[in-house]
C-alpha cells in the first residue's frame, strides 16, 4: 500500500477542486440538495441535542446542516489544498483526535471505507466513540452490484489506486459484525452515485477514455475543443437510459451503491416475563 506521501499524493487539488467547489455551480448546489435530503433521513435517529461525527466530511455541508438544527456535530478530512477552516471541522485522522468514549449518537462514514488502508481499526474506534444503541450510517460501492460486475476495469468507481477496498454486500455486513455492530436497515441505491458511476462506466466502455466526462465536470477538460463536445453529446444521449439502468438495479437489489445503517447494541437488559 502506499505510504504516508504517497497517500498525500493521491488527494490534491485535482481530486477535491479549488477551494469550496468541486464542481460548477449548478452540479454544486445540486449535491447539496441531495446532502439535505439524507440529513433529513438521518436526523430522526438523533435524539435531542444529540452528538453526530461525519468522517470524510468533505466541506462540512452535513456538519453545518446539523449544527443549524441544534446538533453538535464535527466533521473529519484529509488536509487539501483550499480546506475551509472551521472550529468543527478536524483535518486528523480519527485516532488522533481523543474523542471521549461513549461520546457519539451518530457516526456517518459514507465513501470512506474503501479509502482506508486499516478500515478495521477505524471501525473499532467508531464503536469505542459510539453511545450503546448509537447507529453508524456507512455507503460504499457496491462491487457485487449489477454495475460493477458488467463493467470490469471500466467502473467508475474502481478508482486505483484510492478505493484500497472493494466491498460485496456478506463481506460488509460480516466486517461491521466482526467489530461489534447489528445491521439494520441495507439498501443499494445512492441516486447521484449509482446514476453517474452507471453513466460514466458506459463511457469509459464506449470512448475508451477513462472518466474524461468526470473531469469535465471537474473543471479539467483535457483535450480539444471537439473532443469536448463529443464526451457531453454522449453523456446527453445516455443519461436517461443510465437512469433507468441504475434505478433498475437498485429495484433488482443489484444497486451501485450499499448503504447500511448498523447500531451497536444496548446495554438495556432484555425483558423477562413475571
Not at 54 to 77: H, M, N, P, Q, S
Not at 89 to 116: A, M, N, S
Not at 120 to 143: D, K, Y
Request: net charge positive; proline share 6%; aromatic share 12%.
Amino acid at each position: 500500500m502506499p505510504d504516508g506521501e504517497e497517500l498525500d499524493g493521491l488527494y490534491d487539488e485535482s481530486y477535491y477542486g479549488k477551494g469550496r467547489r468541486k464542481f460548477s455551480g449548478v452540479l454544486e448546489a445540486l449535491i447539496a440538495a441531495l446532502t439535505f435530503l439524507k440529513w433529513k433521513r438521518l436526523r430522526p435517529f438523533l435524539g435531542p441535542g444529540g452528538r453526530l461525527l461525519d468522517i470524510g466530511c468533505g466541506r462540512g455541508t452535513l456538519v453545518g446542516l446539523a449544527r443549524a438544527a441544534g446538533f453538535e456535530a464535527y466533521g473529519l478530512e484529509r488536509h487539501f489544498p483550499g480546506a475551509p477552516f472551521s472550529p468543527n471541522i478536524f483535518y486528523h485522522d480519527l485516532t488522533e483526535c481523543k474523542f471521549p468514549e461513549r461520546h457519539f449518537q451518530g457516526v456517518v462514514l459514507w465513501h470512506v471505507l474503501e479509502h482506508l488502508p486499516s478500515p478495521v481499526t477505524t471501525l473499532q474506534e467508531i464503536h469505542r466513540l459510539l453511545e450503546p444503541g448509537g447507529w453508524l450510517s456507512v455507503a460504499v460501492p457496491n462491487f457485487g452490484g449489477a454495475q460493477a460486475r458488467a463493467s470490469g476495469k471500466d467502473w467508475f468507481h474502481l478508482d486505483l489506486p484510492r478505493h484500497f477496498w472493494q466491498y460485496e454486500l456478506p463481506v460488509l455486513e460480516k466486517t461491521l459484525e466482526g467489530v461489534g455492530f447489528t445491521i439494520s436497515r441495507r439498501a443499494t441505491l445512492s441516486l447521484e452515485y449509482d446514476w453517474f458511476g452507471t453513466l460514466q462506466s458506459w463511457m469509459n466502455r464506449v470512448a475508451k477514455n477513462q472518466n474524461r466526462f468526470y473531469s469535465l465536470l471537474k473543471g479539467r477538460p483535457g483535450g480539444t475543443a471537439g473532443a469536448q463536445a463529443t464526451q457531453l453529446s454522449l453523456a446527453i444521449a445516455l443519461a436517461l437510459p443510465a437512469l433507468a439502468s441504475a434505478l433498475w438495479d437498485a429495484v433488482r437489489g443489484q444497486g451501485g451503491t450499499l448503504t447500511l445503517l448498523a447500531q451497536k447494541p444496548s446495554n438495556k437488559p432484555a425483558a423477562t416475563g413475571s
